[in-house]
Nanobody
Framework: QVQLVESGGGSVQAGGSLRLSCAASGSTYSRNYMGWFRQAPGKGREGVAAIWTGAAWTPYANSAYANSVKGRFTFTLDVAKNTLYLHMNSLRPEDTAMYYC??????????????????????WGKGTLVTISS
């Protein structure tokens, strides 16, 4: 089992920044694919950023971003703290959503598009709300 707890959400004006955190505990071994997802009111859940490593977490992780956040969001992993971060800059009103982190085995999600990535994730946090005002 893997437990994920997000924090760091809040309300900021457009152009501002936030850093979301996701504290992981439990058996993270082999859950080597981590993602940040968001769901806006009335919309489906979508992946925005992902990071993956070998069998165990290491600082040398690969990352990928959806086009909507590329260049503005950065996903980092602090192995010592078992914590994931989503650094969000140049925030826009359309970034308003509930943000979730999730974990999976990389083989279960390889090749899935951002719009379907959530179907392959095994473990989810409860989310943290981000509200961006214009």
């Amino acid at each position: 089992q893997v437990q994920l707890v997000e924090s760091g959400g809040g309300s900021v004006q457009a152009g501002g920044s936030l850093r979301l955190s996701c504290a992981a505990s439990g058996s993270t071994y082999s859950r080597n694919y981590m993602g940040w997802f968001r769901q806006a009111p009335g919309k489906g859940r979508e992946g925005v950023a992902a990071i993956w490593t070998g069998a165990a977490w290491t600082p040398y992780a690969n990352s990928a971003y959806a086009n909507s956040v590329k260049g503005r969001f950065t996903f980092t992993l602090d192995v010592a703290k078992n914590t994931l971060y989503l650094h969000m800059n140049s925030l826009r009103p359309e970034d308003t959503a509930m943000y979730y982190c999730a974990a999976a085995q990389r083989g279960a999600v390889c090749g899935l598009p951002w719009t379907h990535l959530h179907y392959g994730m095994d473990y989810w946090g409860k989310g943290t709300l981000v509200t961006i005002s214009s």
